[in-house]
Antibody
Framework: EVQLVESGGGLVQPGRSLRLSCAAS????????MHWVRQAPGKGLEWVSG????????GYADSVKGRFTISRDNAKNSLYLQMNSLRPEDTALYYC?????????????WGQGTLVTVSS | EIVLTQSPGTLSLSPGERATLSCRAS???????LAWYQQKPGQAPRLLIY???SRATGIPDRFSGSGSGTDFTLTISRLEPEDFAVYYC??????????FGGGTKVEIK
């Protein structure tokens, strides 16, 4: 059974940093591209960042480019999102998501999300 | 960058009725690389359709996807009580980026 378990969310002040982690199991981690997708309260889905199976292809939404860094450790079956210079508009539920392909295609499994709240 | 526009924003229907949801792209979606997801309150999204018309594993056949180019449709042939939810389309093929539409809420009339 595929499992994606996010951690690292919480309440943080504007301008501070936070690092999200996602522990993956139940599939061959380095056979899949991975993504972070967020959902602000009461809003729709927003793709944040994604990377290919070997980290050779990495992308960011314009809203987070230059502030967030995605990475993966295939030896540890883990995905990360380093979030710097956080803003109130980054407040959202952050989902770790598994791609069907080795590069970005569509998402076949989602975690349950970790909540990030940016507020003073 | 492709922008996806979903319509209507909200669809009010009764169980047993047919639901037709639209997803329009600002430019042609290569190779019909379009997916649909369902999201219920308090839950993560669930993959319904990929490749514009292929059902994901375990998805009932009352869900169908169609379309090509810039116009895509998700059809639910007969709404069941558990189908009332928010539906999102998503385009791929612009690796490494994904793009989601704004969503359509299907609510009970």
């Amino acid at each position: 059974e595929v499992q994606l378990v996010e951690s690292g969310g919480g309440l943080v002040q504007p301008g501070r940093s936070l690092r999200l982690s996602c522990a993956a199991s139940g599939f061959t981690f380095d056979d899949s591209a991975m993504h972070w997708v967020r959902q602000a309260p009461g809003k729709g889905l927003e793709w944040v960042s994604g990377l290919s199976w070997n980290s050779g292809s990495i992308g960011y939404a314009d809203s987070v480019k230059g502030r967030f860094t995605i990475s993966r450790d295939n030896a540890k079956n883990s995905l990360y999102l380093q979030m710097n210079s956080l803003r109130p508009e980054d407040t959202a539920l952050y989902y770790c998501a598994k791609d069907k392909g080795i590069v970005a295609t569509f998402i076949d499994y989602w975690g349950q999300g970790t909540l990030v709240t940016v507020s003073s | 960058e492709i922008v996806l526009t979903q319509s209507p924003g909200t669809l009010s229907l009764s169980p047993g009725e047919r639901a037709t949801l639209s997803c329009r792209a600002s430019q042609s979606v290569s190779s019909n690389y379009l997916a649909w997801y369902q999201q219920k309150p308090g839950q993560a999204p669930r993959l319904l359709i990929y490749g514009a018309s292929s059902r994901a594993t375990g998805i009932p056949d009352r869900f169908s996807g169609s379309g090509s180019g810039t116009d895509f449709t998700l059809t639910i042939s007969r709404l069941e009580p558990e189908d009332f939810a928010v539906y999102y389309c998503q385009q791929y093929g612009s690796s490494p980026k994904l793009t989601f539409g704004g969503g359509t809420k299907v609510e009970i009339k």
